[in-house]
């Protein structure tokens, strides 16, 4: 098992040094840093002092060595854009991003598996055919769309709910949350439904395909067979087997939606990493687009291995070392 | 065998499958009894019924098969037109199951400990822990050797033999008065088919258990069942004592079908078998649906079906033995 965990972060090490190179190299192609740090006006002295300071003038493999060294230490340089510490901008809009991010993930589980494993037992039911259709429409609408009309309901309309903004923060040490003021929590309800719609839709279409799937197979009719109340067959056997696609997925999808909550957090004006990006991005602000970069990167690797792990919690045939059967 | 009450009596059973092109009459017409203690061998071509009339008897067809006429009695009381939940009740605790793959019957992702534990205090009045003991008691019943360890193994750890003998311990833990065994040897390798068989045999003989033995293995019947019924597209063709079928079937179907056993005693140049195949249930034949096959075949056989007839030993549903029929 320990060493099973280590050969998975020996195995992130390459990746994430891929991805370190990519984020790298975007310093050198895309836009020149120096004439947007320089202004206007300069003077050639003074724009070799700068080339000189900021390393430039070495070679590309020691500013790579660098770059990467300082990137292990939480070292980003300075936004172009805000003139402050990368990693500084990043951990103040983190809590929010992740705090959304929670939040459509948990809507997205705690609706989604109910409704997939209805769907999957009640086939023909009109609920089911309800939810199959409203499914097409969460995996189809994109989500800038579902944000704006979900704004022009419950905001513009009914008055319900803000249409920005993360309301009224807690500071609790370096970490600001919403969760703890009533206009926060309003704040996060439309963003997380607009982020969480679609793995809300895609979660219960795979838990339901799964269900069906394991429905079908000889150890559910073996356990209704032995006279199992139906919730033991429904949940204890059927489910847990459908749990390891859906494991992964989920994961992958989480990795999604800390990603790419940029669309969200646009619509949104969310105060979090996407916003924070696409705004870089606005700017050329390279420092902070390569830092994002490798930090989804990490977001990914990580989550991965946490869903390696679960796999293990989940399915006992792939547990190496127990005792042999009898063959 | 008369002067006992049947535990089971299938009268008339018929099961249909609607579909969109119509509806497919899977089983019909098919009555039997077994007695309390009894092993009734049901043999017969891959689709002939015997399955269906299984998962009939258990309660379990897939839907969108129905019964639509006839009864189930189990000791006495119908149970075809029981609401799942009181079903429900009587499998495991009165009636179990097992099923052909061994492989694929046990849940892969339980303990064969849990999945005993389960069943046993879902019919018993016991606790987990008595629960447990008892799991225990049956694996070393079924000859599992160091149960108390291997309980705790997952299936994957046993082989298909081992995990046969498992789904058996499963099956039979609630002791159940009556066991509806679909092929359980079929995936098994020879050398373990022979083992199973005779543990099944002596569990059900010790504990009075009745059985309906459902195979397509002639040794097996002839070895373990007390009477057999042969099918064929939905009906049952023949049905009497074991050693009367076997030795001299009535049926022109089940004697073809014991003429199929290859002898040991002597080389044959060719095996023997019955020309043609089982019609499909959406295209079965006027009259008796084994007549385009039939050796015997006469007028009467292509206009009516003949239900089961007297044959002496054994009943036959073979228009041969239709007293008012002139031999044609």
Same mark, same amino acid.
């Given at each position: 098992?320990?060493?099973?965990?280590?050969?998975?972060?020996?195995?992130?090490?390459?990746?994430?040094?891929?991805?370190?190179?990519?984020?790298?190299?975007?310093?050198?192609?895309?836009?020149?840093?120096?004439?947007?740090?320089?202004?206007?006006?300069?003077?050639?002295?003074?724009?070799?002092?700068?080339?000189?300071?900021?390393?430039?003038?070495?070679?590309?493999?020691?500013?790579?060595?660098?770059?990467?060294?300082?990137?292990?230490?939480?070292?980003?340089?300075?936004?172009?854009?805000?003139?402050?510490?990368?990693?500084?901008?990043?951990?103040?809009?983190?809590?929010?991003?992740?705090?959304?991010? &929670?939040?459509?993930?948990?809507?997205?589980?705690?609706?989604?598996?109910?409704?997939?494993?209805?769907?999957?037992?009640?086939?023909?039911?009109?609920?089911?055919?309800?939810?199959?259709?409203?499914?097409?429409?969460?995996?189809?609408?994109?989500?800038?769309?579902?944000?704006?009309?979900?704004?022009?309901?419950?905001?513009?309309?009914?008055?319900?709910?803000?249409?920005?903004?993360?309301?009224?923060?807690?500071?609790?040490?370096?970490?600001?949350?919403?969760?703890?003021?009533?206009?926060?929590?309003?704040?996060?309800?439309?963003?997380?439904?607009?982020?969480?719609?679609?793995?809300?839709?895609?979660?219960?279409?795979?838990?339901?395909?799964?269900?069906?799937?394991?429905?079908?197979?000889?150890?559910?009719?073996?356990?209704?067979?032995?006279?199992?109340?139906?919730?033991?067959?429904?949940?204890?056997?059927?489910?847990?087997?459908?749990?390891?696609?859906?494991?992964?997925?989920?994961?992958?999808?989480?990795?999604?939606?800390?990603?790419?909550?940029?669309?969200?957090?646009?619509?949104?004006?969310?105060?979090?990493?996407?916003?924070? &990006?696409?705004?870089?991005?606005?700017?050329?602000?390279?420092?902070?687009?390569?830092?994002?970069?490798?930090?989804?990167?990490?977001? &990914?690797?990580?989550?991965?291995?946490?869903?390696?792990?679960?796999?293990?919690?989940?399915?006992?045939?792939?547990?190496?070392?127990?005792?042999?059967?009898?063959? | 065998?008369?002067?006992?009450?049947?535990?089971?009596?299938?009268?008339?059973?018929?099961?249909?499958?609607?579909?969109?092109?119509?509806?497919?009459?899977?089983?019909? #017409?098919?009555?039997? #009894?077994?007695?309390?203690?009894?092993?009734?061998?049901?043999?017969?071509?891959?689709?002939?019924?015997?399955?269906?009339?299984?998962?009939?008897?258990?309660?379990?067809?897939?839907?969108?098969?129905?019964?639509?006429?006839?009864?189930?009695?189990?000791?006495?009381?119908?149970?075809?037109?029981?609401?799942?939940?009181?079903?429900?009740?009587?499998?495991?605790?009165?009636?179990?199951?097992?099923?052909?793959?061994?492989?694929?019957?046990?849940?892969?992702?339980?303990?064969?400990?849990?999945?005993?534990?389960?069943?046993?205090?879902?019919?018993?009045?016991?606790?987990?822990?008595?629960?447990?003991?008892?799991?225990?008691?049956?694996?070393?019943?079924?000859?599992?050797?160091?149960?108390?360890?291997?309980?705790?193994?997952?299936?994957? %750890?046993?082989?298909?033999?081992?995990?046969?003998?498992?789904?058996?311990?499963?099956?039979?833990?609630?002791?159940?008065?009556?066991?509806?065994?679909?092929?359980?040897?079929?995936?098994?390798?020879?050398?373990?088919?022979?083992?199973?068989?005779?543990?099944?045999?002596?569990?059900?003989?010790?504990?009075?258990?009745?059985?309906?033995?459902?195979?397509?293995?002639?040794?097996?019947?002839?070895?373990?069942?007390?009477?057999?019924?042969?099918?064929?597209?939905?009906?049952?063709? %023949?049905?009497?004592?074991?050693?009367?079928?076997?030795?001299?079937?009535?049926?022109?179907?089940?004697?073809?079908?014991?003429?199929?056993?290859?002898?040991?005693?002597?080389?044959?140049?060719?095996?023997?078998?019955?020309?043609?195949?089982?019609?499909?249930?959406?295209?079965?034949?006027?009259?008796?649906?084994?007549?385009?096959?039939?050796?015997?075949?006469?007028?009467?056989?292509?206009?009516?079906?003949?239900?089961?007839? #007297?044959?002496?030993?054994?009943?036959?549903?073979?228009?041969?033995? #239709?007293?008012?029929?002139?031999?044609?």
């Amino acid at each position: 098992m320990f060493a099973f965990i280590i050969n998975r972060i020996l195995q992130a090490i390459p990746v994430m040094l891929a991805v370190a190179l990519i984020s790298f190299a975007m310093f050198a192609y895309v836009g020149d840093p120096v004439a947007i740090m320089l202004g206007q006006d300069f003077t050639e002295a003074q724009r070799d002092a700068l080339v000189h300071d900021l390393g430039l003038d070495q070679p590309f493999w020691v500013q790579f060595a660098t770059f990467t060294g300082h990137a292990i230490r939480g070292e980003f340089g300075l936004s172009y854009r805000l003139s402050r510490p990368v990693a500084e901008l990043i951990g103040e809009r983190a809590p929010a991003t992740l705090e959304l991010a &929670f939040c459509a993930a948990v809507l997205a589980l705690a609706v989604g598996v109910p409704m997939g494993v209805y769907t999957g037992l009640y086939r023909n039911s009109w609920l089911s055919r309800f939810f199959l259709t409203f499914s097409l429409v969460g995996v189809s609408l994109p989500t800038f769309l579902i944000g704006i009309l979900l704004i022009l309901v419950f905001a513009v309309w009914l008055g319900w709910l803000p249409s920005f903004g993360r309301g009224d923060t807690v500071q609790l040490g370096w970490w600001s949350t919403g969760f703890l003021t009533w206009s926060g929590i309003k704040a996060l309800i439309l963003p997380s439904i607009t982020l969480g719609l679609f793995q809300l839709t895609l979660i219960m279409r795979l838990v339901r395909a799964e269900m069906l799937e394991v429905l079908r197979t000889d150890y559910i009719k073996f356990a209704r067979a032995r006279g199992l109340p139906n919730r033991a067959v429904h949940f204890g056997h059927a489910l847990k087997n459908t749990l390891v696609p859906v494991i992964t997925i989920v994961g992958l999808q989480l990795g999604a939606i800390i990603a790419f909550a940029i669309v969200t957090e646009t619509v949104f004006q969310w105060p979090g990493m996407g916003l924070l &990006f696409i705004q870089s991005v606005g700017v050329a602000d390279i420092p902070v687009m390569s830092a994002y970069l490798l930090l989804i990167a990490l977001v &990914f690797v990580s989550i991965n291995l946490i869903v390696d792990l679960l796999y293990y919690a989940v399915d006992p045939r792939l547990r190496i070392g127990r005792g042999k059967g009898g063959h | 065998m008369s002067n006992t009450a049947p535990l089971l009596q299938v009268k008339n059973l018929r099961v249909e499958f609607p579909t969109r092109r119509g509806t497919l009459v899977a089983l019909d #017409d098919v009555s039997f #009894d077994i007695a309390p203690g009894e092993v009734l061998g049901v043999v017969g071509e891959s689709g002939a019924g015997k399955s269906m009339t299984g998962a009939a008897i258990i309660g379990l067809l897939e839907p969108p098969g129905r019964i639509a006429r006839g009864e189930i009695l189990f000791a006495g009381k119908r149970i075809d037109n029981l609401r799942y939940e009181q079903m429900r009740r009587l499998r495991g605790k009165e009636i179990g199951a097992i099923f052909q793959d061994p492989l694929t019957t046990l849940n892969p992702l339980y303990t064969v400990g849990h999945q005993l534990v389960e069943t046993i205090t879902t019919h018993l009045p016991l606790n987990p822990a008595e629960a447990r003991k008892r799991a225990i008691e049956w694996l070393e019943h079924v000859g599992i050797p160091a149960a108390a360890q291997r309980i705790d193994s997952y299936p994957h %750890e046993f082989s298909g033999g081992m995990r046969q003998r498992v789904v058996i311990a499963l099956a039979l833990c609630a002791e159940p008065k009556l066991i509806v065994a679909d092929e359980p040897t079929t995936a098994l390798d020879v050398s373990i088919q022979a083992q199973v068989i005779a543990l099944l045999k002596t569990l059900a003989r010790e504990k009075g258990t009745a059985m309906m033995l459902v195979t397509h293995d002639m040794g097996v019947i002839a070895e373990t069942a007390d009477r057999v019924a042969v099918m064929y597209a939905g009906r049952i063709a %023949e049905i009497g004592p074991v050693r009367e079928v076997v030795k001299h079937a009535n049926h022109p179907y089940s004697a073809g079908l014991m003429a199929s056993i290859p002898p040991l005693d002597r080389r044959v140049e060719r095996l023997a078998q019955i020309d043609g195949a089982m019609p499909r249930l959406s295209a079965i034949p006027q009259g008796c649906a084994y007549n385009p096959r039939c050796p015997q075949v006469f007028g009467k056989c292509r206009e009516l079906r003949p239900d089961l007839l #007297d044959a002496v030993t054994t009943r036959a549903a073979c228009w041969l033995y #239709d007293t008012e029929t002139a031999r044609g």
